[in-house]
Structures are given as structure tokens and as C-alpha cells.
């Protein structure tokens, strides 16, 4: 319950941040003459949007600046982005959720794995899936036995696991001519 309390003063603080960027340029609209006062260009227009959008999302921040976990400077790129210090949010806060994210799938698995029913596989429980029908089209398609067929699989994944990790082929030494 704590926590939720500290997640609900957070937010408000950024709200409280993003509230007085809004009353900054609601001020402005309101103190600018609608009529015989000075027409403001596109790059004072452009810089006091940007100045707003700084002050609303430096509101993220303000929790980590007020807490001492980020340092108050932030950068401006060549691009106009934002950059500040990501280093609590790399060091501390990444690491964390991916521990209670792991933490809730490992949950989830033992849950599934105590609902699951406990049935023995059956020996001849694959040989059901395929008809007569499949087997004898296969057969004739591919010139071959349906487990040759099934195990094909089996011995693709396994090239393809030893070409990955720089293992020769166990056909190489075969000399078998290339197509």
C-alpha cells in the first residue's frame, strides 16, 4: 500500500509540473493584445512551444531529481530532444522489472504446471494424428517412409544448431557432391 501511495505522490508531482507549464502559456495567450499589439514570428511561436514542452517533460524527471537519484542538468541535442542522465533508470530500475517480471512468468509456470493434468503419453499417440490417407500421400510425394518424413525435422534443427556455433557438418566428411 505504500507503494501505491508514493506511485500516486509521483504522479501528482509531474501533474503539478505539467499543470504549471499549461497555466505559463495559458498566461501568455491571455496577456497577448488581440489586436494592435506585436505580431510574434513562427520562431517565437516555435521557441516558447519548445520551452513548454521542455517543462512538461522534464515532469518524468522530477521525482528522480527530487529524490537526488538524477543529477538537475539536462542537455539539449542538435536535434531539439531532451537528453538527461539514464543511468538509475539502466542500473536500477531496468534490472528490477525484469526481476518481477521473471519472478511473475516463473509464478505463472508453476501455477500452470500444478493445474495442468498429469497424463503418461501414450506409445502409439503420434501415429494418430497421421491417417492412412497422409501417410500413403506423403509416401508417394516424397519417395519416403513417413518417420523419415517426421525425423526430417529433427535433423534439419540439428545442422542448423552446429552451423550456428561453427560446428563442421556431420556430412562434410561424407564428400557428397554439391547441387
Known amino acids: 500500500m505504500a507503494a501505491d501511495s508514493s506511485a500516486f505522490e509521483r504522479q501528482n508531482a509531474m501533474n503539478g509540473i505539467q499543470r504549471a507549464a499549461k497555466t505559463v502559456c495559458e498566461i501568455a495567450a491571455c496577456e497577448a493584445a ?41 542537455r539539449i541535442s542538435p536535434a531539439g530532444d531532451l537528453l538527461s542522465d539514464q543511468s538509475v533508470q539502466t542500473n536500477v530500475l531496468r534490472p528490477s522489472a525484469e526481476l518481477v517480471n521473471r519472478r511473475l512468468l516463473d509464478e505463472a509456470a508453476e501455477s500452470y504446471e500444478r493445474r495442468r493434468p498429469h497424463e503418461e503419453p501414450q506409445a502409439n499417440a503420434g501415429l494418430s494424428a497421421w491417417s492412412p490417407d497422409l501417410r500413403a500421400a506423403i509416401e508417394a510425394e516424397y519417395q519416403t517412409s513417413v518417420d523419415a518424413f517426421i525425423n526430417l525435422q529433427y535433423v534439419l534443427a540439428r545442422l542448423a544448431e552446429a552451423r550456428r556455433e561453427g560446428e563442421p557438418s556431420p556430412f562434410a566428411a561424407m564428400n557428397l557432391p554439391r547441387p
Open 34 to 74: 488581440s489586436t494592435g499589439g506585436l505580431v510574434p514570428h513562427q520562431e517565437d511561436l516555435d521557441e516558447l512551444f519548445a520551452l513548454a514542452i521542455l517543462l512538461v517533460s522534464t515532469g518524468q524527471h522530477f521525482a528522480l531529481l527530487s529524490a537526488g537519484l538524477h543529477e538537475p542538468t539536462l
